[in-house]
């Protein structure tokens, strides 16, 4: 297994409409990564890319349309797409170029352009249930995160009052991330608990809304890292996927088991098995305030039900001893699914590499572990990075 | 750990030039639309085309494995565990436990509504534990709805069913106790 | 590290498949391959991976939907937004980067749930510059049919020869969803659609589903098949933009080629191999991608079609399956249908169309319209 690094990073400003069409805007995060590592385009040999559903952008095939904006003209290149899941898989699928021996500089870009759907993104999750079981209920996608957040807070007797303190921290942390579309010094636990109700248990400030974005990294052998002089390499120590049965009605929604068999699979890779010791900091998948918790707990970061606790006593805060999210995350930064990228793998990047600016974890690390999170409550992905 | 590289040289801005919907609606900003035509009618298949005629029935009807000895509802004619077809149709109740709900004051198009949609997943009473439906509740409210109540199905008259999930109208409470 | 196919699971091409839904479909395609490979998925795979698009499927993200039938719930799936090389190749190198001893690679169209196939090709195109154009989107196939005919010096009789030998080809596959004991006269008088395109030039739509078990070298004689050896791959995309592409080459069969033959070490590849299958969703892409794949060099590929040479026991017998012509196209799945129909021939496991002595074979794919996208695999038995 050959070792690879992320040797540069770059993405756009997540807006909820964005001029640039898909193409310019893989263009310019990935131009953004390639400046960062001192690289053109003719250094890569290989292009994987991610991007959610297509009728966000409204073009079928859309790896195919986009591809030129992120140097695939005349070179290998590959979509790969599993639901939310992408923002962290593609630089899996990166990484195996790499592993594997085929490349040696590889580049992944990941885009989301959902501001293209009208009326609105939301009416593309219609597409996403079963056609026989679910669909006929005229199901909402906000139903889903509110089934998971009642069984999740039920079975462990969890406050709301905890769970949206995910959001503030999240939120506050965003400030210092010059890409953020939703950032707030000044939002307060009471203002979560008192926004509008969308789907009981969850509230407007729970949610992550749409984004356009794109975000690219640079993957490099050890060779690659040699040969360039490469000053700040940060390696892929443990790659890990899992996906459930597409029978969500028949499992327990308080714990995502999925994510659990994936998170083992990186850790064995990256020799953790004791991870809240060996972890330096987190940056869970948190397209809802809870789905951080959630996360922290099938990562095997703390205990089932621990992580509430975890959030209330500071420990996830950027100065606590297990920082979470430090990047302001998706409830703070903006969430184009796949481009998310930039701030989970990428935030590790610049994290480890002391390119985090303002958002620079105070303390020293040298781990960091990120997942994302897709399909039907069904999927996850996991990496582990050190430098 | 300091690196001497920035993430994006200082003063760059990040790339991106925002729009509001003002300037969408306004015309401000050039767009094109387009509406794809996009129409699927998928086969059922064996489980499903079952599963919709005993619905049409006023029943509820599950698959049995025999190797793992679960009883899969949704019925499917493989076990996913066992990975080999499943062995027998096997009928289920229709009464259950609500496994989790929402109370929802949103349509399918994100638009506010306000008389709020009691949806969730009942785990069915007969199929093995914790396998289920998504479906509404009805004769519910937000004060008396919660996880681990026991509910049965209001079936459409039967001149009224078409052979669809929706032939049930929704699960409404019963008292404890009773089946 | 080299990675052998070790199980092939290919169900009946047919028009359409009512009694099947698609996840029923993909359960009969992977239940053979396992079969055929002698592997338990819930234990002795470690990885799938589904080649698969949204909009051919009608679903908001299909990977939900794949992993129960393929046994692989709860374990390492992925879908790739790609064709079945491009697929074949992610497994390869999820084996090769040493993750894993054996991969699932599967595929399927079921084109028959897709009630408006034209539109779902003319939404892949850009939004705008092409889509206003509207019209059904094979027109874009008549116009690189007619450049590619000026410029390679073929001609539509020649087209009509392929679609003869394909659709006769196809009377001894099985599988084949459009065998017909055609002539090329009779191909030739087919009527223009898409001018200089004829209706006979299309395949026609099928269902059907593949999967193929890769395995690692060292665990590729444990299984009771002949190891068919992934000696190369290799994958690539000229311009998605229609105004700025070649239209009389398939660039993007000539870099996945070349990848692919480098890391097969074949420097002679109109020599190198017994038997091709090479897209043929439409005709002349048959001729475009013998050419661009360096099996048939340009100028020779007119007398080497008249003399026989790419016919069943020609000395290189160019989709003796039938390719989609007389299969089916499986929209994205043919792909990985021309590995399939190469690697059975490899085996000696081809029934009536078999090709002597074939040891070495190559697959060349195409995504179709308006794509510029393919893929290449060389394939061997032996050592």
Known sequence: ?387 | MKAKVRAKPKGVAWAGEELSQKQIDRGSALQTRYRPEAKYSWAAGQAMSRFLEELQNGKLIARKCHACQRTLFPPRMFCEQCYRPTDEWVYVKDSGTIETFSVSYLDKDAKRITEPIFVGVVSVDGASPQMGMMHYFGEVTKETIRIGMKVKAVWKPPPERTGSVLDIRYWKPIPEGRR | MRVAIVGIGMTPFRPSTPEFSWKELMYDAATRAYADAGVDPRKDVGSFVTCAEDYWEGFGIFDEFVPDQLGAAMRPTCTVSGDGIQGLAQGAMQIQSGLFDVVAVESHSKASDLLTYPHIVQHALDPILNKPLRGHPNYLAGLEMDAYLRASGLTARDCAAVIAKNRTNALRNPFAAYPSKLTADEADRSPPQFDPLRALDQAALADAGIVLVLASERKARRFAATPVWLRGFGWGTDSPNLEARDWTTAKYAEIAAAAAYKMAKVTKPERAFQVAEVDDRFSYKELEHLEAAGLSKKGETARRLKRGDFALNGGLAVNPSGGSLGCGYILDASGLHRVAEVALQLRGEAGSRQVDRARNGVAVSWRGIPTATGGVAVLGVGK
């Open chain 1, 1 to 387: 297994m050959r070792k690879v690094a992320c040797i540069g990073a770059g993405m756009t400003l997540f807006r909820r409409r964005l001029k640039e069409t898909p193409k310019e805007l893989c263009w310019e995060a990935t131009r953004m990564a390639l400046d960062s590592a001192k690289l053109e385009m003719k250094d890569v040999d290989a292009v994987v890319t991610g991007s959610a559903p297509d009728a966000f952008d409204g073009v079928h095939q859309k790896g195919e349309y986009y591809a030129d904006g992120c140097g695939g003209f005349r070179k290998p290149i590959t979509r790969v797409f599993t639901g939310g899941g992408t923002a962290v898989f593609s630089p899996i699928a990166a990484w195996w170029h790499v592993a594997s021996g085929l490349a040696d500089i590889v580049l992944v870009v990941n885009e989301e352009k959902m501001s293209s759907c009208y009326p609105h993104p939301q009416s593309v999750f219609a597409h996403i249930w079963d056609p026989i079981l679910d669909r006929p209920l005229q199901p909402n996608l906000v139903w889903i995160f509110a089934m998971e957040m009642n069984r999740y807070m039920t079975v462990h007797k969890i406050k709301k009052e905890d769970i949206a303190r995910v959001a503030v921290k999240n939120k506050r942390n965003a400030v210092a991330h010059p890409a953020a579309q939703l950032a707030d010094a000044k939002i307060t636990v009471e203002d979560v608990l008192n926004s509008e109700m969308m789907a009981w248990p969850v509230q407007r400030l729970d949610i992550s809304p749409p984004s356009d974005g794109a975000s690219a990294l640079v993957l490099a052998s050890a060779d690659a890292v040699k040969r360039l002089h490469v000053e700040s390499p940060v390696w892929f120590d443990g790659v890990g996927w899992c996906i459930d049965s597409t029978m969500w009605t028949d499992r327990d929604l308080y714990f995502p088991e999925y994510l659990a068999r994936a998170s083992q699979m990186a850790y064995k890779q990256a020799r953790i098995d004791q991870p809240r010791k060996q972890i330096d900091f987190a940056e869970p998948y948190d397209p809802f305030d809870y789905k951080e918790l959630h996360h922290m707990e099938g990562l095997l970061l703390c205990n089932k039900g621990e992580a509430p606790k975890l959030t209330r006593e500071g420990v996830t805060q950027r100065d606590g001893d297990l920082p979470t999210c430090p990047s302001g995350g998706l409830l703070g930064i903006g969430n184009p699914i796949a481009a998310t990228m930039g701030i989970k793998v990428g935030e590790l990047y610049w994290q480890l590499s002391g390119q985090a600016g303002k958002r620079q974890i105070p303390k020293e690390i040298h781990t960091g572990v990120t997942n994302a999170w897709g399909d039907l409550m069904q999927f996850s992905s996991v990496v582990v990075m050190r430098a």
